[in-house]
């Protein structure tokens, strides 16, 4: 049993197109992410979901869109596809929870978008 | 979050302890401290967590001093598939998004 899975895993695609990576979760979390790791391996905290909230967006082109139908999954859109999208994009979860509980997040395998 | 100062790299042979340290001057006092690996081509993975002393799992040890401004992840007996990218992290809020620096890369060699 996958706890994060993203579908596809490997993503190639045009300039200008328009795509979407999904991402569901099956234990019971509450908060879902979207982090991107650019080449030089940094990653960088896109989007937070709470109970189907956006919380968190840091300075991300509005050419990205979290979508969540439902509490265990959290898609990203991307329009207009650029070069300097191509990254690996990883979704994860957590609970949410007041101070000392746990901050453990959950990866998934990450997706590997390459823009051409 | 506070930020954390680590090693960009590490190289250590296999069979040996291997301790990386993290710097966090400004934790505040609710702060966990929280460590990640990530292995080449797969999302990062909860290592160890705590908040003072010291904490031990099958995996690692996490030693905190005191003052809390470090700490230091150790790896027992490392091996050739320790080899990856080690965060230290920083915060007190489940819930919130994990930030990530730079992390360590460590390389085991035979």
């Known amino acids: 049993d996958t706890a994060v899975s993203q579908t596809p895993k490997y993503l190639v695609t045009q300039m200008g197109n328009d795509k979407s990576i999904k991402c569901e979760q099956n234990l019971g979390h509450d908060t879902m992410y979207w982090y991107k790791q650019d080449s030089k391996k940094f990653l960088k905290i896109m989007f937070s979901?709470?109970?189907?909230?956006?919380?968190i967006n840091e300075t991300v082109p509005n050419r990205f869109s979290p979508k969540s139908p439902d509490k265990a999954h959290l898609n990203l859109h991307i329009n207009s596809l650029e070069l300097g999208d191509s990254a690996v994009y990883f979704c994860a979860s957590s609970v949410t929870g007041g101070v000392e509980r746990s901050t453990e997040a959950f990866f998934g395998q990450g997706t590997r978008l390459t823009v051409v | 979050l506070a930020k954390t100062t680590q090693p960009i790299s590490m190289d250590s042979y296999e069979g040996q302890e291997v301790n990386i340290t993290c710097s966090h001057n400004?934790?505040?006092?609710?702060?966990?401290i929280t460590w990640y690996q990530q292995f080449p081509s797969q999302g990062p993975r909860f290592i160890i967590q705590?908040?003072?002393t010291k904490v031990t799992n099958e995996v690692a040890s996490l030693f905190i001093p005191a003052d809390r401004k470090s700490s230091t992840l150790s790896l027992p007996r490392v091996s050739l598939s320790d080899t990856a990218v080690y965060y230290c992290?920083?915060?007190?809020?489940?819930?919130?998004?994990?930030?990530f620096g730079k992390g360590t890369t460590l390389s085991v060699s035979s």
């Open positions: 992290l920083v915060g007190n809020q489940a819930g919130t998004a994990l930030i």
């Open positions: 400004n934790i505040a006092t609710n702060d966990y």
């Open positions: 979901y709470n109970n189907k909230e956006l919380i």
């Open positions: 705590g908040y003072k």
